[in-house]
C-alpha cells in the first residue's frame, strides 16, 4: 500500500513493485502523475487528512509506505508553512493510527533532508549530513519540523505500542515522470524546463546566485534503496540520497550541456534559495543496506531532461494548435 502512490517518487515504487509482481494499492487525493501504464492492483482517491479514509487505505494491508504529503521545491515549501503543517500532520498521525488499529505489519514513513538544522547547512562547502545531526533540531523550514516530529512520533509508536516503523530521509529524488512545472517542481526539473523552453541561443534565471550546493539522486536509486529499507531490520531514520556535491551553477550547466543549446545564465538574488549548502553523509546507508546510487548526475539528467522536453515540446504544439483553431 502507497500512500501519495499518484505523486512522484509513490509512482515510480509502486510501477517498480507491481512489476515484480507484488499487490499493489496505491492511495491519493488526485492521480494526475506522468506514468501512462498501469502500475497498481488497486486505486483509492482518497484524501488522508481524513480519518475514516485511512482506515479504509490501510484495511488487509501488509506493508505501508508512506509517501503522500503536502509538499513541493524550495519555493513552495518557503512561502506555505500552515496549510503544510496542518496537513502533513493529520496525514501522518492518522495514517500511523489505522495502521495500528489494522494491524499493517510494517510502516515506513518518509521524512526528508529538511530535517536537518540551519547552523549545520550555512557554507556551500558543507559536510555531508550524517543521521545523527538532525539534534539539537533547528530545521530551516516548517516542512522539515514537521517531518521531524513525525520522526519522533514514529519513534513513539514503535516504544509504546511495538509498532515495526521503517524511516528514511531523502535528499533531493529527481527523474523522469515528476513535477516540472506549477510551482512545486524542484531545482532539477525547473531548470530542465527553463532549458527545455528558452530559445537557441537563449537564457534562463538561477534562484540565487548559483554557488548554493546540493546533492542529487536518481529515482531509480531511491526506488531500490526505498524497497531495501522497507525490507531491512533497521527501524531508526537512515538517509537516502547521493554524496556528490554540487552547485546549482552547476547542475544548471549539466542540463544546458545535455540540451545542446547555447544558453546564457542570469541570476535571481532575490528568489528563494534555502540553505546555503546541503550533502548527504551515506556512511550509514552504504553499511546498512550495501546500497548506493548507481546512476551519475549526467546520466540521471539526460534521461530527465529528456522527458520534460518532450512534455515542454508537446505543449507547445497543443497550444500552436489551439491558436490555429480560434
Ligand atoms: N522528491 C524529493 O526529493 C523528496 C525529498 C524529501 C522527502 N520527500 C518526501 O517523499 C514523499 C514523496 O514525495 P514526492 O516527491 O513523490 O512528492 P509528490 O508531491 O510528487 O507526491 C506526494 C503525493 O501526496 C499526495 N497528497 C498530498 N496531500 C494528500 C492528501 N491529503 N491525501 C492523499 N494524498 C495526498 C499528492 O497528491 C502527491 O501525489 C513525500 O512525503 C515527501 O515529503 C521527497
Not at 546533492?215 to 524497497?227: G, P
Amino acid at each position: 500500500m502507497i500512500t501519495g502512490g499518484g505523486g512522484f517518487i509513490g509512482s515510480h515504487l509502486a510501477r517498480y513493485l507491481y512489476q515484480q509482481g507484488h499487490f499493489v494499492r496505491v492511495a491519493d487525493v488526485k492521480f494526475d502523475g506522468y506514468i501512462q501504464e498501469k502500475h497498481y492492483n488497486e486505486k483509492l482517491t482518497l484524501d488522508l487528512r481524513n480519518w475514516e479514509n485511512c482506515l479504509k487505505a490501510t484495511e488487509n494491508i501488509d506493508k505501508v509506505y508512506n509517501l503522500a504529503a503536502n509538499m513541493g521545491g524550495i519555493g513552495f515549501i518557503t512561502t506555505v508553512g500552515a496549510e503544510v503543517m496542518h496537513d502533513n500532520t493529520l496525514i501522518n498521525t492518522y495514517m500511523l493510527e489505522a495502521s495500528r488499529q489494522n494491524k499493517v505489519k510494517r510502516f515506513l514513513f518518509s521524512s526528508s533532508a529538511c530535517v536537518y538544522p540551519t547552523y549545520r547547512q550555512t557554507d556551500p562547502n558543507v559536510t555531508g549530513l550524517k543521521e545523527e545531526d538532525a539534534y539539537p533540531a533547528d530545521p530551516d523550514n516548517f516542512y522539515g519540523w514537521e517531518k521531524l516530529y513525525t520522526e519522533k512520533m514514529c519513534q513513539a509508536y514503535q516504544r509504546d505500542h511495538n509498532m515495526d516503523i521503517r524511516t528514511l530521509r531523502y535528499h533531493n529524488i529527481y527523474g523522469p515522470e515528476g513535477t516540472y512545472k506549477g510551482g512545486r517542481e524542484k531545482s532539477p526539473a525547473a531548470l530542465c524546463r527553463k532549458v527545455a523552453e528558452a530559445l537557441n541561443p537563449g537564457e534562463i534565471t538561477i534562484w540565487g546566485d548559483g554557488k548554493q550546493t546540493r546533492s542529487y539522486c536518481y529515482i531509480d536509486d531511491a526506488v531500490k534503496a526505498t524497497i531495501k529499507l522497507m525490507e531491512s531490520n533497521y527501524n531508526k531514520p537512515i538517509n537516502i540520497g547521493s554524496d556528490r556535491l554540487v552547485t546549482i551553477d552547476e547542475l544548471a550547466d549539466i542540463i544546458i550541456k545535455t540540451s545542446g543549446k547555447t544558453i546564457t545564465k542570469k541570476y535571481d538574488p532575490t528568489a528563494p534559495q534555502g540553505v546555503r549548502g546541503r550533502n548527504a553523509d551515506l556512511t550509514l546507508v552504504k553499511k546498512i543496506l550495501d546500497w548506493e546510487p548507481q546512476t551519475t548526475l549526467e546520466q540521471g539528467l539526460e534521461k530527465t531532461y529528456k522527458w520534460i522536453e518532450t512534455k515542454v515540446i508537446e505543449e507547445r504544439e497543443l497550444t500552436q494548435t489551439y491558436a490555429q483553431r480560434i
